[in-house]
């Protein structure tokens, strides 16, 4: 037998299997590697998903799914053929992914996350595992350091909203940012300083031509929260739709959820970084959007 395959059946450690001792399902899980030995591989860049059951005992590989295999003609767009091939899964592990194969992986029940990314497998799996059902747990949360962020509405032009917010309300621009690869203007305003206190995130699609009206102007609220993707699973659990699971942003400042409330409004959860990384990342150059 390979060192691979040695290394994905190796059992989940003590502390994780205490946690799940009383849970006898297991989960279904694909992931996107290299060579089975790390998380390593972007969702685009993918060829092929390694697929695992996960349950108390650790994970075992069910088979190596290769993309071209599955594919239903040569014309098939790769994602679809993705979607389908790994239906049968709760769960897609990866270095990277984009919003909108995470939102349309969420729409078929599959949750993708690239906050594992970079480490090994069995680790990675077995940690999955372990918060998934740990999440059944029904404690009371821990809201204490929970905060309202902002509230995003979608403008027509972004400089009129500005001088109303500003000139009107005596609002102060705190953030502005020209989005070149997503087209779109983004602006953040409040009366706190550096961002103290709830703030309105205003947004400008470049290749939006006819006015907003009230109903689809809204875009959601924002909280800031602490140990998000427990916070997450229990959400899950609990069955609250979750049309992005966490995942770290680009720039890997925050870690970044999307929810809805009961009549569909979206939830923006966000978990800044910790105090050290936050310190690391303020002497860090800005990236280019």
């Known amino acids: 037998m390979s060192d691979v395959m040695e290394e994905v059946q190796a059992p ?4 994780a299997r205490a946690e799940v001792a009383s849970h006898a399902s297991s989960l279904r ?19 092929s998903f390694r697929v695992f059951d996960v349950d108390a005992d650790g994970p075992r590989l ?14 098939e767009d790769k994602r679809e053929t993705i979607y389908r091939m790994i239906s049968d899964c709760s769960a897609l592990l990866v270095a990277k992914i984009g919003a ?25 799996l077995s940690e999955f595992y372990a918060a998934k059902f ?14 309202l962020l902002h509230a995003m509405l979608r403008v027509a032009d972004l400089d009129r909203s500005i001088e109303f917010y500003t000139q ?7 953030e502005r940012r020209e989005h070149k690869k997503n087209m779109f203007s983004q602006a953040y305003l409040g009366y706190g300083a550096d961002g103290d206190g709830m703030t309105i995130e205003l947004v400008a699609n470049w290749l939006r031509d006819e006015s907003y ?11 800031g ?23 770290s942003q680009r720039h890997g400042e925050n870690i970044v959820a999307f929810i809805e409330d009961p009549d569909g409004y979206r939830i923006e959860l966000i978990q800044a970084p910790s105090p050290e990384a936050a310190a690391t990342l303020e002497g860090a150059p800005l990236a280019q959007s």
Do not use: Y
């Open 100 to 124: 909108t194969p995470q939102e349309a992986l969420a729409k078929i029940g599959i949750e993708s996350t690239n906050l594992h990314a970079g480490k090994n497998v069995v680790d990675a």
């Open 62 to 75: 069910v088979e190596d799914r290769q993309i071209a295999q599955h594919a239903l003609s040569e014309e």
């Open 12 to 15: 989940v450690q003590p502390a």
């Open 168 to 174: 009107r309300l005596g609002m102060r621009v705190l």
């Open 225 to 247: 929260v602490d140990n998000i993707t427990r916070l997450c699973d229990r959400l899950a659990a609990a069955g609250v739709p979750m049309p992005r699971p966490p995942r």
């Open 134 to 147: 740990d999440a059944w747990r029904d404690a009371p949360i821990d809201a204490t350091d929970f905060r």
């Open 213 to 223: 009206v009230p109903g689809d102007a809204f875009g959601h609220i924002a909280i």
């Open 29 to 47: 899980v694909a992931v996107a590697t290299r060579d089975g030995q790390r998380v390593d591989l972007h969702f685009g860049a993918a060829e």
